[in-house]
């Protein structure tokens, strides 16, 4: 079956510091890779996907993501993050069974003033 | 508005007094799927749906029992609730054919 772990639990960034959160999968075959935001008290929204095709994703909120393949990797950038970037983030694959997603345990982002 | 919705939003109840959460889709979307929430775990599947009446077990189904009579609907039910089924659960919905999910506000749910 296949896994998904994020690293980063908990990361604490000053407004206007660039972000990378790291994604790694377990699964040799084809992936389909999303993040997700929860923000405070909210449901989880999607940020963006990778299905094919270019490898760097880019999302709502200037937020992108780069698939490195070799690497089973999907991390989520952001050049300069705001305070309203607080909130946890997600990391999901899904591998072709319908819409079964497998979820990370997610980072939890603090972006301080 | 397309949506997904949850009732209750928050719930405190008794161990073993049976309950159910429901969920209401009106995207006409295939799929549908129960999560739990639990800090420093992620989100966990419980139960998921590929269409009506075709159900089949997550990661986590101990305790739990859904049904898809219908398309829209997906209930999650506690036959019997105990105190480690406290959690924050979420419902989501999507097409088979974006891979995408859609999810509902959130149900809290405490079991004393």
């Given at each position: 079956?296949?896994?998904?772990?994020?690293?980063?639990?908990?990361?604490?960034?000053?407004?206007?510091?660039?972000?990378?959160?790291?994604?790694?999968?377990?699964?040799?075959?084809?992936?389909?890779?999303?993040?997700?935001?929860?923000?405070?008290?909210?449901?989880?929204?999607?940020l963006l996907k990778y299905f094919s095709g270019d490898p760097l994703v880019k999302g709502i909120k200037g937020f992108e993501a780069e698939f490195i393949k070799s690497k089973f990797s999907f991390n989520l950038r952001k050049p300069s993050v705001q305070w309203s970037d607080t909130a946890e983030y997600f990391c999901a694959v899904n591998t072709g069974t319908a819409s079964k997603l497998t979820f990370g345990t997610g980072t939890r982002l603090q972006v301080t003033l | 508005e397309a949506q997904v919705t949850q009732n209750p939003r928050y719930l405190i109840t008794v161990t073993g007094k049976k309950l159910t959460v429901t969920c209401s889709q009106n995207m006409n979307h295939e799929y549908m799927s129960w999560y739990r929430q639990d800090p420093g775990l992620g989100l966990r599947q419980i139960y998921y749906s590929m269409n009506v009446e075709v159900t089949d077990k997550g990661d986590v189904p101990e305790g739990y029992k859904v049904s898809r009579k219908e398309k829209r609907n997906f209930p999650l039910i506690l036959?019997?609730?105990?105190?480690n089924q406290t959690s924050l659960y979420f419902c989501a919905s999507g097409l088979h054919k974006t891979y995408e999910q859609y999810f509902g506000p959130g149900t809290r749910l405490t079991v004393t």
């Open positions: 079956a296949q896994s998904v772990s994020q690293h980063n639990h908990h990361v604490i960034l000053s407004e206007a510091a660039s972000l990378e959160l790291g994604c790694n999968y377990s699964y040799g075959g084809t992936v389909n890779l999303f993040w997700y935001v929860q923000y405070p008290g909210q449901h989880l929204q999607l | 036959e019997s609730p105990s105190p």
